[in-house]
């Protein structure tokens, strides 16, 4: 591991120096801690780097100060504990730089007060530029014992006290590392559950998208569903258990739900090798929030509806209208974790049409009409419903549940998706009429009308129905 730091760029290593000796020069010593070490030590990389420093006293003073010195944007973090950060841009990357007091009075009492152990290392600014490095590293917790290990634990036995997101901030850490966290960290996290109840929904948004973000998710749901944890997140969750769905299902609602998100993890990783599917999944729908992580969600939510809409009429159980009812509640959740609107719009349409590719598979060929229509209400969801759709039909194995309906869905669905990615990109053909020929021709006044007849006519368009301005206008004056 000697001279682990310059797996950083020149321009990082420059960015660093320059940092260093503006410390020197108001005689300030620095220390790098946290995730920036813990990844320089498992070789991991990001594009935009997070530094966080620490020092004795006076970061907000320092910080400010230093963001003059390097022309970079500046914020107090926390004025009563001083924190600041420093963001710097470049062309090529954009990297934070976060300046801490000590939490105690020694850099070690500092360490104590963090979360996990592989997050208690640190190193003076001054010695990271020898290539013993990593022999000045001060690691009072083991820290680096338990990177090689592969596990997650606590510094000590008040870290999920201090701050309950620490409890499921362990699970995202260990699913985003592939480590796995310790018996007694997990025993503290069980045991501690419910203050994270008291945690802001943005802080546990922010995890619970670290999860989604990662191949592994329903692992970690798993995990966090067992120990009694999700359900402190998500108390609709408790509703789940125990409904029965009938012969076509083999598991309990909350077991289907799950095992939705697995057979999603399963079928994404299958699909990795599909350029424009991998591009359409990273997208970023807000922030740095991708449309892969809205896809888990939505499939973690897509039967949230049923227990509001259970019932059990003459030996058969409905569920009529969840996707419906499961909308809503989507909804409110997206409020409730202060999501953007285009994010909460996304999951609400992957959760209201779930169900839709599954209608149109009942069809070998399923019409045009019905296959614009599906395009039309999806929009950019299209492709994310799709695969919902599959992993939903693939997590449903009840004794009604055939092999041919099911490889017949997954033709359909299959067709689908190549129709969208073809169709992706391409301009939408012209319209043949626009409402300004609908007033002068028919004499209408501008109102709804106009868009009703707009919006049959692009469907005709799109099926082959009406292929001139002459048709179309003798198809609107039929409608009118």
Excluded at 117 to 139: G, M, R, V, Y
Excluded at 348 to 364: I, T
Aim: aromatic share 8%.
């Amino acid at each position: 591991m000697a001279g682990y730091l310059f797996k950083f760029s020149r321009l990082e290593k420059t960015l660093l120096r320059e940092i260093l000796r503006f410390a020197q020069a108001n005689k300030v010593r620095l220390y790098l801690v946290g995730g920036i070490l813990r990844d320089s030590l498992l070789g991991r990389k990001k594009d935009n780097l997070d530094f966080d420093f620490c020092l004795k006293r006076n970061a907000v003073s320092f910080g400010r100060k230093l963001a003059h010195h390097l022309n970079a944007g500046f914020v107090v973090l926390d004025k009563e504990h001083g924190s600041c950060r420093l963001v710097k841009k470049t062309k090529k990357a954009i990297y934070t730089f976060d300046f801490t007091d000590f939490r105690g009075r020694t850099l070690e009492e500092d360490l104590l007060r963090r979360d996990f152990t592989i997050n208690a290392i640190a190193l003076a600014l001054d010695e990271a530029f020898s290539n013993e490095a990593p022999d000045f590293l001060i690691d009072p917790f083991h820290g680096r014992r338990d990177l090689e290990k592969k596990v997650v634990a606590v510094v000590h036995k008040d870290a999920f006290s201090e701050d309950p997101l620490r409890i499921l901030r362990a699970f995202s850490l260990a699913v985003m590392l592939g480590f796995v966290v310790d018996r007694k960290t997990m025993e503290l996290a069980k045991k501690e559950r419910k203050k994270l109840g008291g945690v802001s929904c943005e802080r546990v948004r922010e995890e619970l998208f670290r999860i989604m973000h990662s191949d592994s998710s329903y692992a970690c749901l798993k995990q966090l569903s067992d120990l009694g944890i999700l359900e402190i997140i998500f108390p609709e969750i408790k509703k789940m258990r125990g409904i029965g769905q009938g012969p076509y299902h083999h598991l309990d609602v909350w077991g289907h739900t799950l095992e939705t998100v697995r057979q999603l993890d399963i079928l994404l990783k299958d699909m990795q090798s599909n350029v424009q599917i991998d591009q359409y999944l990273k997208e970023c729908v807000s922030a740095e929030r991708r449309r892969i992580a809205l896809l888990k969600l939505a499939a973690f939510l897509h039967d949230f509806g049923k227990p509001a809409t259970f019932r059990h009429i003459k030996g058969r159980t409905t569920f009529h209208g969840h996707e419906r009812t499961g909308l809503k509640i989507a909804q409110e959740i997206a409020r409730r974790l202060k999501l953007s609107n285009a994010e909460t719009a996304a999951l609400g349409k992957m959760v209201l049409y779930h169900l839709r590719p599954g209608y149109l598979a009942d069809s070998e060929y399923p019409t045009e009409r019905a296959k614009f229509r599906y395009f039309r209400d999806t929009e950019d969801e299209a492709l994310g419903t799709l695969l919902l759709s599959l992993a939903d039909q693939r997590a449903t194995k009840g004794p009604l549940t055939t092999r041919k309906a099911r490889l017949q869905h997954e033709r359909v669905v299959g067709r689908l998706i190549q129709e969208y990615l073809g169709k992706k990109g391409k301009k939408e053909p012209r319209r043949l009429i626009t409402g300004d020929d609908l007033i002068r021709v028919f004499g209408l006044e501008p109102s709804p009308l106009i868009g009703k007849i707009l919006k049959k006519m692009k469907e005709l368009q799109a099926i082959g129905k009406v292929k001139t301005k002459e048709e179309a206008l003798r198809c609107a004056q039929k409608m009118l």
